[in-house]
């Protein structure tokens, strides 16, 4: 049985493609329905003040620095979305006077314009934003050295390869309104993909690379950063893939209300705890992998119901 059009971009892959069943489950969860979508391998765990999220997702960041050791360097993949995390991250650094020699970092992603990743003057960079909102801010005697910081920008191969030589102790991430993490979206229904998407084994193959947006990522990345003017919005991005997240020794989604919706936040997390992968919805293959957590903000999750505004 074919599947259905998306009704989004009908060039595409996206979740309006999937089962209707799925849909319909995902749209009758409630907040404590989520929580009990806890399982072996995937936990919810929900924060009642954005102090108490924003802080805690800081913390990760803490908590795998401290890991490092000269002979086993370790360190954390982290997002432009959220951000609040970053400013505290530093203070935390800074108040506590913790070295960071021997830490990591991996930022996520990085906007593409004509082939090339775009220069720190490009006012959506977020090599730029991690910066200047975190790793500039650290006290220099403190800071990790510039090679300890590694961003999809240049040779994606040694990108990717350095999560062979390095712990991520664990990728953190944010959901978009396409359920991606990172750029991981959804492919063009094109070629080989016309009347279904890739397999989960077939998407799992995915490196660190240069990947087309879905137009539903470009609409969103225009909302949350631009004030809705999409033509600034580059429509390629590096992301880090499949293959460095399954590296990753804990995949950690945060989740305050901000940047996809009731429904979306809830389909995801159905999925993953139903262990139904499927590459029209990304973050839906995260059911495979061993060390999953979704952390929401309880009052950002909001209902799925339907009404007037």
């Not at 949350?224 to 893939?241: D, E, H, K, L």
């Not at 901000?258 to 993953?272: V, W």
């Amino acid at each position: 049985m074919s599947r259905p059009i998306s009704k989004v971009a009908p060039d595409w892959w996206d979740y309006t493609t999937l089962d209707p069943e799925i849909i319909e489950d995902a749209s009758k969860l409630t907040a404590q329905d989520l929580l009990q979508l806890s399982r072996p391998g995937f936990k919810v765990t929900f924060y009642d003040t954005l102090e108490e999220f924003y802080l805690a997702e800081a913390l990760e960041y803490i908590e795998a620095w401290k890991q490092a050791t000269p002979d086993n360097p370790a360190g954390i993949c982290g997002p432009i979305g959220p951000t609040e995390q970053l400013p505290l991250v530093a203070r935390i650094v800074n108040s506590t006077g913790m070295n960071l020699h021997n830490a990591h970092f991996w930022g996520m992603d990085e906007w593409v314009l004509d082939g090339k990743p775009v220069a720190h003057s490009h006012p959506l960079s977020f090599e730029r934003t991690d910066k200047e909102m975190c790793f500039n801010r650290i006290d220099p005697a403190l800071r990790m050295p510039e090679k300890n910081l590694h961003f999809p920008t240049g040779d994606l191969e040694a990108y990717s390869a350095s999560f062979d030589s390095i712990r991520c102790v664990v990728m953190q991430g944010g959901q978009g309104d396409v359920k991606h993490w990172a750029f991981n979206d959804p492919l063009q229904r094109k070629g080989a993909y016309t009347e279904k998407p890739p397999s989960p084994e077939e998407y799992r193959k995915l490196k660190t690379r240069v990947v087309d947006l879905h137009p539903m990522t470009i609409i969103q990345n225009a909302r949350t950063s631009g004030g809705g003017n999409i033509s600034m919005v580059p429509t390629q991005a590096a992301t880090v893939g499949p293959v460095e997240t399954w590296k990753s020794e804990k995949v950690s989604i945060w989740q305050a209300g901000t940047h996809d919706n009731p429904f979306g936040m809830r389909l995801t997390a159905l999925m993953i705890s139903k262990k139904i992968p499927d590459s029209a919805v990304p973050m839906s293959l995260l059911a495979d992998h061993p060390n999953v957590c979704f952390n929401y903000y309880r009052h950002g999750i909001g209902t799925v119901d339907t009404g007037m505004h």
